[in-house]
C-alpha cells in the first residue's frame, strides 16, 4: 500500500509517499481502508523534529481518517467490515490502509460524505472539546481565538453559533488573513502585532474576553492575561511555534483577576479518555448529518500532495482545513 513517510526531521525534501506493507488489526483494533486523511499543524510539528511528535524516524504522520472498515481485531464488536466510519488512528493515519482502537472508531451516518468525515476527529472534534470540556462555553460568551485561519480556528467559528452564539474575536498571523476569518464567521480578525491588547479590548467596550483558545505556547499569555475578562478561562492547547514554553504566572495573578489556566491535550484524551474523543466526534457527525454545520474544506487529490500543503501550514500560509484523498 502506500504511505507518507517522513524520513528525517526537516521540511517537505524529508517527506516522500512510498510503498509499505499493509498493517493487521491486533485484539481491540480495526483496520481501515483510508478513503480520506485530515492535515493537522501537529503533522508539521513532527515534520520539524519538535520533542514529543515523532518518536522515530522514519515517522508515518496522520491522526485523523475516514473510510471503510477492513478488518476486525480479536474482541471488536459492534462494527461489521463495510462499515464508513471515522477515527483516530493509532498514527500513520496517512495511508492506504490505518489501524485505530475500536473504541475511537466511529460510525459515519447517512447523508456525511467521507471527505467531511475525515476533519472531525482531531480537527472538529478537537474545536468542539476545546468549547465545551476546557473552556466551559457558555452561550453570550466573547471568545478570543488564535491563529482564527487555521483548521481549528475555523471549525470553532462555525461551532460557536450551534452551542448557542457568542462574540468571536480572532487573531491571525498575516495580515491578509483576517479577511478569509471574518467570511469565515468572525465578528473581528486582527493581526497579531503592537497594539493587539488595545483592539480588542476596544472591540469588547473594555471589558475584555471570557474565554481565550489559544494554540501558540505561551507567547502570547501576557497578552491573553491582559484582556480577559474577570472570571475570564484560558486554554493553552498547542505550541504552534515550537520554542521554549515559559513558566505559568504567579498564582497572586490568577487570583487577582478570578481567572483559570486550562491545558488541552487530544492526544492526552485519546490515551487517558477516548470516550470524550469519540463523543466529541459522533456528536459533530451529528451536526453534519443534520445540516446544522457546513465546514469548508481544501481537498488535495492525493497523498503526493500533502508535503506542499504541510509547507503552507508550517509557513502560515494555510487557510482552513484541508483534507487528501487517499483511496477510492
Partial sequence: MRALVMTAPGGSENSEVREVDAPRPGPGEVSIDVAYAGLNFVD???RRGDTGYAFEWPH????????TVRELGAEVGGLSVGDRVAAVPTGRGLAEVALARAELVVPVPDGVALREAAAVPLGLATSLLLLTEAGRFTPGDTV???SAGGGIGSAIAQLVPLLGGGRLIGTVG???????AEKGGYDLAIARGDGLAEAVRAATGGRGVDLVL???GTTALALDLEV???????????NAGGGTVDALPPAGRLLSGNLTITGFSHRGLVAA???KVANATS??????ADGRLAFPLSELASLADVPAAHDLMAEGRATGKYVVQVGG
Fill in 60 to 67: 508515518r504522520p496522520g491522526l485523523e481518517i475516514a473510510g
Fill in 174 to 180: 498575516r495580515p491578509e488573513k483576517a479577511a478569509a
Fill in 283 to 288: 456528536r459533530v457527525l451529528g451536526f453534519l
Fill in 273 to 275: 479518555a477516548p470516550a
Fill in 44 to 46: 508539521v510539528m513532527a
Fill in 214 to 216: 489559544d494554540p501558540l
Fill in 228 to 238: 480577559a475578562a474577570p472570571g475570564g478561562r484560558i486554554v493553552l492547547f498547542g
Fill in 144 to 146: 478570543l481565538v488564535h
